[in-house]
T-cell receptor, first 115, second 111 residues
Framework: DTEVTQTPKHLVMGMTNKKSLKCEQH?????MYWYKQKAKKPPELMFV???????INESVPSRFSPECPNSSLLNLHLHALQPEDSALYLC??????????????FGPGTRLTVT | QKEVEQNSGPLSVPEGAIASLNCTYS??????FFWYRQYSGKSPELIMS????GDKEDGRFTAQLNKASQYVSLLIRDSQPSDSATYLCAASGGGADGLTFGKGTHLIIQP
């Protein structure tokens, strides 16, 4: 069983909607990540939260907004998305980066469809 | 630009044989290397990590790293039909660095 959980599993939203994806990890990890994966493509990094510092992939549009309420929770707020944003959104976590080698563990993902 | 290259396949291997998957990376600053298995419609599952030159074995899986050649490989012994999946090679600078993935190799184990 994965120790990274994501909700919802599936989400269908219109281009004018606002929704949020949620991720929680139960491993005491201190870094969390959002990735986007299109069909038959590898995951692409969107955001990294590590010790309350956010790192952003500069190619990610502003209609995606991450939020980290605490070290075990990570949200991704969605607003005014486009149909091309339809993808599998993956959350991952890794241990304290000061001591570990960066093994990342993925949650089951949220399948997002934008209509 | 960090890049990880893999042959997309499909790679077809008879059941019980050894499957050999390869990957190269461009960034010499990469410190950590990973193999993930991904079944269709599912999320990536970490199966091997390797940080030092040489071999690392875990059950039927052996990862190999050659930093001079910027080359990573994964061997799967006694291949089973359940090993049929896409295998993603990934590299990172370590710590909280994001992963750079290759495009993945689609492995088919033929019964």
């Amino acid at each position: 069983d994965t120790e990274v959980t994501q909700t919802p599993k599936h989400l269908v939203m219109g281009m004018t909607n606002k929704k949020s994806l949620k991720c929680e990890q139960h491993m005491g990890h201190r870094a969390m990540y959002w990735y986007k994966q299109k069909a038959k493509k590898p995951p692409e990094l969107m955001f990294v939260y590590s010790y309350e510092k956010l790192s952003i992939n500069e190619s990610v549009p502003s209609r995606f907004s991450p939020e980290c309420p605490n070290s075990s929770l990570l949200n991704l707020h969605l607003h005014a998305l486009q149909p091309e944003d339809s993808a599998l959104y993956l959350c991952a976590s890794s241990q304290d980066f000061r001591t570990a080698r960066g093994e990342q563990y993925f949650g089951p993902g949220t399948r997002l469809t934008v209509t | 630009q960090k890049e990880v290259e893999q042959n997309s396949g499909p790679l077809s291997v008879p059941e019980g044989a050894i499957a050999s998957l390869n990957c190269t990376y461009s960034d010499r600053g990469s410190q950590s290397f990973f193999w993930y298995r991904q079944y269709s419609g599912k999320s990536p599952e970490l199966i091997m990590s390797i940080y030092s030159n040489g071999d690392k074995e875990d059950g039927r899986f052996t990862a190999q790293l050659n930093k001079a050649s910027q080359y990573v490989s994964l061997l799967i012994r006694d291949s089973q039909p359940s090993d049929s999946a896409t295998y993603l090679c990934a590299a990172s600078g370590g710590g909280a660095d994001g992963l750079t993935f290759g495009k993945g190799t689609h492995l088919i184990i033929q019964p």
